[in-house]
């Protein structure tokens, strides 16, 4: 964890829904930040756990969870996950007060994020989704670029306590445009991906020395957060660093799905996504992006 120091402002009551490898230290900038913050989690024993380092209280339940809370903030797996933690009996729409903002970081489908501003609206509840960048590093280091979409005024209210996790949290447009921002952040990072693989697999079948080669381009045109952040460990053949191929696969649905709905044609995307499926195959499910260049 960072030990930044946050600009003072009243502390809010918060609930947390998802404590995975971003959720769990998001939710703890918010706890370090002074907030009162309640969390959730399907699996109860991690509820317990972030509660044991950081304090606050867990609930058995979102609705539980979310009751008298000002804000809540998920972060789940997808579409499934998501409705299952805010709709029905349970869910957090249930525990949430009129004037609450309920602010999805899930990487999801545009379509649900519209669909739960729709049911929020019901209930006058604003609903932001608000997907994230930066991978497991910049949650822990409250570094993430976070991109919304929804009501101007729920984002205004809602910005400053995001910040305690984040670095950049940035209006898009109306609901749904965080989550195509995050697909366009997506198409970018596949493309530069198999490129990169590509240009490190020919300089080393070319008998260069690598490391070498990528401090010399990346002082220049070539430079990419990719390559000052994997391109070394992609020529040691590490592969255990933050965002996997599976969730990246998940992630490339989703943006292929929406592009057979707007018209988009995309290439190279969907063979790289074919390509993170080869690498599935090799077992690599769990390994990282920059994967990728396994299969060559």
């Not at 604003?126 to 005024?153: E, K, R, W, Y």
């Not at 990246?248 to 057979?260: N, P, Q």
């Amino acid at each position: 964890m960072n030990t930044r120091t946050y600009d003072p402002f009243p502390p809010r009551r918060v609930a947390f829904l998802g404590l995975g490898v971003m959720g769990h230290p998001m939710a703890g900038h918010l706890a370090r930040a002074g907030h009162q913050v309640t969390v959730y989690n399907r699996t109860p024993a991690k509820a317990e756990a972030w509660v044991q380092t950081y304090g606050g209280a867990f609930a058995a339940t979102p609705a539980a969870a979310a009751q008298g809370a000002e804000f809540v903030f998920c972060c789940v797996g997808n579409d499934d996950d998501l409705r299952s933690v805010v709709l029905g009996d349970s869910g957090a729409f249930a525990g949430m007060t009129s004037g609450a903002i309920l602010v999805d970081h899930t990487t999801a489908s545009a379509a649900i994020a519209r669909e739960l501003q729709a049911q929020g609206e019901k209930r006058g509840i604003a609903f932001i989704d608000a997907p994230v960048s930066g991978g497991q590093a910049g949650a822990v280091n409250g570094a993430l670029t976070v991109m919304c979409g929804g009501d101007a005024a729920a984002f205004d209210t809602m910005k400053p306590v995001a910040l305690a996790f984040a670095k950049a949290v940035t209006l898009l447009g109306g609901p749904g445009s965080g989550q195509l921002a995050k697909m366009v952040n997506q198409i970018c990072i596949a493309g530069i991906v198999q490129g990169l693989s590509e240009a490190v697999r020919f300089g080393q079948n070319a008998g260069l020395d690598m490391a070498q080669v990528l401090d010399v381009i990346g002082k220049g045109a070539a430079q990419s957060w990719q390559m000052d952040n994997r391109g070394k460990t992609m020529v040691e053949d590490k592969f255990d660093f933050g965002f996997a191929v599976d969730w990246m696969r998940k992630d490339l649905g989703l943006v292929l799905d929406e592009a057979r709905r707007n018209g988009s044609r995309l290439p190279v995307t969907a063979l790289v996504d074919q390509f993170y499926a080869d690498v599935q195959a090799q077992g690599g499910n769990r390994w990282d992006t920059s994967s990728l260049i396994k299969r060559l």
